[in-house]
């Protein structure tokens, strides 16, 4: 666990394009303050990217609107 973090918690894991698998976390920071994590895991290599709550929104909607527009064929 890094610095600062008081726990992280795994949500769920995705199995992604081209061997990648996205986990997504719940990071709890002294004091409570929480983020979401995604973890991207390609080969060796990981990928973190923290979100408050107000990014994680919009960008769940942009999601949902790309997927929408964009079914799987």
Known sequence: MSAGH???TDIK?????????V???EAVYEG???????????????TDLELDSETA???AELL???AKDNPVK
Do not use: D, H, Y
């Open 23 to 25: 986990t997504v976390q």
């Open 57 to 59: 929104e919009n960008l």
């Open 32 to 46: 409570g303050f929480k983020m979401v994590r995604l973890r991207i895991k390609e080969g060796k290599r990981f």
């Open 6 to 8: 008081q726990s992280i």
């Open 13 to 21: 894991e995705i199995n992604a394009p081209w061997n990648k698998l």
């Open 64 to 66: 949902g609107k790309w």
